[in-house]
């Protein structure tokens, strides 16, 4: 069965850290592009990170960079986000998800387009209040 | 960034019904595109990647178009269970961006 099975998130204070954890099984792992899209209250989908296959490059927001922290451990098919320095606007249910990439290359530089995430974990829920 | 615009923000409908559902690019995204439906309490599914491409398991009253800043989503003929919110993403541009959603309601 194809899944993923996100945990770690809880109740904490501003300025407080988490390690995010998401198990998966059922799909070619070390093949896969990997995200981080979370869903505040009240408020549309944001797409948080990503991480290629074998981890040598990661994108993030602009508003979580250098406070969060995507990894992942292809032996144990696990993706991490280590959020950091933890803000209220940071409230919301994260969800892990795999990507769909098409990969572009040019002379001297290769282009990564994102075309739809097609699995997705039931969330994690991060909820940041003092 | 590349702001999505969708279309209505809610759709009033009846089951049997068609729906079109709306997405504008704030500049090109090639067919960098995808579309999702959720329901309360529950992940996003994938309907629609690559602007066109049904996902598995998908039903084929869902079909998508468009390419470059438009896109539509249609759902040909609504099913009880299509009662949801339906997000566009894009995945042309880093930071890759969703709409707002538009909720498709029973009338």
């Known amino acids: 069965e194809v899944q993923l099975v996100e945990s770690g998130g809880g109740l904490v204070q501003p300025g407080e850290s988490l390690r995010l954890s998401c198990e998966a099984s059922?799909?070619?792992?070390?093949?896969?592009?990997m995200s981080w899209v979370r869903h505040a209250p009240g408020k549309g989908l944001e797409w948080v990170a990503n991480?290629?296959?074998?981890?040598?490059?990661?994108y993030y927001i602009d508003s979580v960079k250098g406070r969060f922290i995507i990894s992942r451990d292809n032996a144990k098919n696990s993706l991490y986000l280590q959020v950091n320095s933890l803000r209220v606007e940071d409230t919301a249910v994260y969800y892990c998800a795999r990507v769909l990439v098409d990969i572009v290359v040019v002379p001297g530089t290769i282009y990564y387009y994102f075309y739809g995430m097609d699995v997705w974990g039931q969330g994690t829920t991060v909820t940041v209040s003092s | 960034e590349i702001v999505l615009t969708q279309s209505p923000a809610t759709l009033s409908l009846s089951p049997g019904q068609r729906a079109t559902l709306s997405c504008r690019a704030s500049q090109s995204v090639n067919s960098y595109l995808a579309w999702y439906q959720q329901k309360p309490g529950q992940a996003p599914r994938l309907l629609i990647s690559?602007?066109?491409k049904r996902a598995a398991g998908i039903p084929a009253r869902f079909s998508g178009s468009g390419s470059g800043t438009d896109f539509t989503l249609t759902i040909s003929s609504l099913e009880p269970e299509d009662f949801a919110v339906y997000y566009c993403?894009?995945?042309?541009?880093?930071?890759?961006?969703f709409g707002q959603g538009t909720k498709v309601e029973i009338k």
């Open positions: 991480i290629k296959e074998d981890g040598s490059e990661k």
């Open positions: 059922g799909i070619s792992f070390s093949s896969s592009w």
């Open positions: 993403q894009q995945g042309n541009n880093w930071p890759g961006t």
């Open positions: 690559a602007a066109s």
